[in-house]
C-alpha cells in the first residue's frame, strides 16, 4: 500500500545540474529513513545517499562534495540535487524508504549525462 514515486531525471550534459525528487504515499505510519541509490549498465546497484528521519546523512564517496539529499517530512518527500554532473553519473537512479517496518522501492528514473 506504499508507493514511491521519481522524478525529475532527464539528460544533462557534463557539468550540469538536475534534481530529483521522490514522493512517498500510502499507508504510512512514519518514515525511518529516505535514501537514493543508482545502477549503471553493467554494475551493481548502489548506495548514492541517505537520511534518517533525525537529519543524519550520508554520501557515496564519489558523490561528496556535488550531491545534496533532503527532506521533507511534512510532505513525506526526498530530494537529490546534483551539482557538477559527470557521464559517470549516468545510471538509473531509484529512491528507497524505510516505511514503518519494511523497505520499498521506486520504479527509477533514468539520468543520462553527455560528455
Known amino acids: 500500500q506504499v508507493q514511491l514515486v521519481e522524478s525529475g531525471g532527464g539528460l544533462v550534459q557534463a557539468g550540469g545540474s538536475l534534481r530529483l525528487s521522490c514522493a512517498a504515499s500510502g499507508s504510512i505510519f512514519s518514515i525511518r529513513a529516505m535514501g537514493w541509490y543508482r545502477q549503471a549498465p553493467g554494475k551493481q546497484r548502489e548506495v548514492v545517499a541517505t537520511i534518517t528521519r533525525l537529519g543524519s546523512v550520508s554520501y557515496a564517496d564519489d558523490v561528496k562534495g556535488r550531491f545534496t539529499i533532503s527532506r521533507d517530512n511534512a510532505n513525506r518527500t526526498v530530494y537529490l540535487q546534483m551539482n557538477s554532473l559527470e557521464p559517470e553519473d549516468t545510471a538509473v537512479y531509484y529512491c528507497?524508504?524505510?516505511?514503518?517496518?519494511?523497505?520499498?522501492w521506486g520504479q527509477g528514473t533514468q539520468v543520462t549525462v553527455s560528455s
Open positions: 528507497n524508504a524505510a516505511v514503518n517496518y519494511n523497505d520499498y
